[in-house]
């Protein structure tokens, strides 16, 4: 099992920028690709972006490239969304999420996830 901890939300005006991190306390952190998602308030967990094991790869969500960069320090167990020109519609909990086999944008294919944290964008 690999616990996943969320940290780095809070409120941000329009146009701002915000850096979460997502760190597990699993030796085996490096051999994961790793997502975030988030959930607006009556909506459905989205996907925002996913990284391989090594860093190598990224995919994003369509609404959130150009804007978001993803990033895992493997030797300090930690993934980063780095998020610029936050807009109203990005408010939600963002939650990480972990698999060994898979990496992409599918919710279902991540069997770990962290409890989130929360993103508040204000006008």
């Known amino acids: 099992q690999v616990p996943l901890v969320e940290s780095g939300g809070g409120l941000v005006q329009v146009g701002g920028s915000l850096t979460l991190s997502c760190a597990a306390s699993?030796?085996?952190?490096?051999?994961?690709?790793l997502a975030w998602f988030r959930q607006g308030p009556g909506k459905e967990r989205d996907f925002v972006a996913a990284?391989?094991?090594?860093?190598?790869?990224?995919y994003y969500g369509d609404s959130v490239k150009g804007r978001f960069t993803i990033s895992r320090d493997n030797a300090k167990n930690t993934m980063y969304l780095y998020m610029n020109n936050l807009k109203p519609e990005d408010t939600a909990v963002y939650y990480c999420?972990?698999?060994?086999?898979?990496?992409?944008?599918?919710?279902?294919?991540?069997?770990?996830w962290g409890q989130g944290t929360q993103v508040t964008v204000s006008p």
């Open positions: 999420a972990g698999d060994r086999a898979r990496f992409g944008p599918e919710r279902t294919w991540y069997d770990y």
């Open positions: 699993a030796r085996t952190f490096s051999t994961y690709a």
């Open positions: 990284i391989n094991w090594s860093g190598g790869s990224t």
